[in-house]
């Protein structure tokens, strides 16, 4: 018996990856995003921030620029 009939080639690449927001240990194929489609499917190819993360990031920051357009809209100029 040799190493390579014991070992896959999945046994040796990393398959999970911490959340560098949660802290929480997810899959790392479907639980995170291909940050570079034309890189392939390797490890380094993801993003360290899992999808939920990602999601919850990206509607606060549409929040808060909607929030300042209206803030922009309502303005008036001081009258002394």
């Given at each position: 018996?040799?190493?390579?009939?014991?070992?896959?080639?999945?046994?040796?690449?990393?398959?999970?990856?911490?959340?560098?927001?949660?802290?929480?240990?997810?899959?790392?194929?479907?639980?995170?995003?291909?940050?570079?489609?034309?890189?392939?499917?390797?490890?380094?190819?993801?993003?360290?921030?899992?999808?939920?993360?990602?999601?919850?990031?990206?509607t606060n920051k549409r929040?808060?620029?909607?929030?300042?357009?209206?803030?922009?809209?309502?303005?008036?100029?001081?009258?002394?």
């Amino acid at each position: 018996m040799s190493l390579e009939e014991d070992f896959g080639l999945e046994h040796l690449l990393f398959q999970q990856r911490t959340c560098k927001v949660c802290g929480e240990t997810k899959d790392l194929l479907s639980d995170f995003y291909l940050t570079r489609k034309d890189r392939g499917k390797v490890k380094s190819s993801y993003s360290y921030e899992c999808k939920v993360c990602t999601i919850k990031r990206i509607t606060n920051k549409r929040q808060q620029r909607k929030e300042c357009q209206r803030e922009a809209v309502n303005w008036q100029y001081p009258d002394w």
